[in-house]
Each structure stands twice: as structure tokens, then as C-alpha cells.
């Protein structure tokens, strides 16, 4: 499975921006994908994922500001990201998860700064 990320940038606090991701190779009918970041000195950690079935799962940081979608015929994940914080600065990754195993992208830089 490759994934192709794209959408990061510089974005002043308040904003928004919008991360898309594709997966392309062998696809499983039921996966899961979504989003981590790591930000300087810090450990990756979970932003959000979304079931192929529509189940999703948020960090409490992000909850009611990121939004998290899919498009299974495109297999395809995207993040809106409102009222972005300088604490969500980091470098995002695309994941895709099925069976036992996950996949990453290469990362997307999200930079939060006036």
C-alpha cells in the first residue's frame, strides 16, 4: 500500500487548512485510516482515524476543531483542520491500517505562526 499525502502549509492561528490523503496498491475492504503527527522532540501521536465502516476516533486536543472524512470509491482520507492552534505545529502522517499492518506517508508539514 502507498500513500500520497498533500495540503499541509503555513497557516496563521485561527485558520484552516485541509490534508488529503490517497492510498493506492492493495486496498482492503475494511481498514482504517486517518491521521498522526509528531511534532519537534515529541512522540507521533494519534490525531484521527476513520473506519471504512464510518467509525472515528479523535484526540481530545483536536475534538470539535478537525474534522475527518473518507471516500472509500477513491480511497481517499481527508483532515479539516479549523481554528488551528501554534500547538498543532507538527508533521502530519497519512495512516492506513488493515489486517495487522500499518502503512505510512511521508509527511506533511503544518506550521501554526503569526
Known amino acids: 500500500v502507498q500513500l500520497q499525502a498533500s495540503g499541509g502549509g503555513l497557516v496563521q492561528p485561527g485558520g484552516s487548512l485541509r490534508l488529503s490523503c490517497a492510498a493506492s496498491?492493495?486496498?482492503?475492504?475494511?481498514?482504517?485510516m486517518g491521521w498522526y503527527r509528531q511534532a519537534p522532540g515529541k512522540q507521533r501521536e494519534l490525531v484521527a482515524t476513520?473506519?471504512?465502516?464510518?467509525?472515528?476516533n479523535y484526540a481530545n486536543s483536536v475534538k470539535g476543531r478537525f474534522t475527518i472524512s473518507r471516500d472509500n470509491a477513491k480511497n481517499t482520507v481527508y483532515l479539516q483542520m479549523n481554528s488551528l492552534k501554534p500547538e498543532d505545529t507538527a508533521v502530519y502522517y497519512c495512516?492506513?491500517?488493515?489486517?495487522?499492518?500499518?502503512?505510512w506517508g511521508q509527511g506533511t508539514q503544518v506550521t501554526v505562526s503569526s
Open positions: 495512516n492506513y491500517f488493515a489486517l495487522t499492518t500499518h502503512y
Open positions: 496498491g492493495s486496498i482492503f475492504s475494511i481498514n482504517r
Open positions: 476513520m473506519s471504512s465502516s464510518g467509525g472515528t
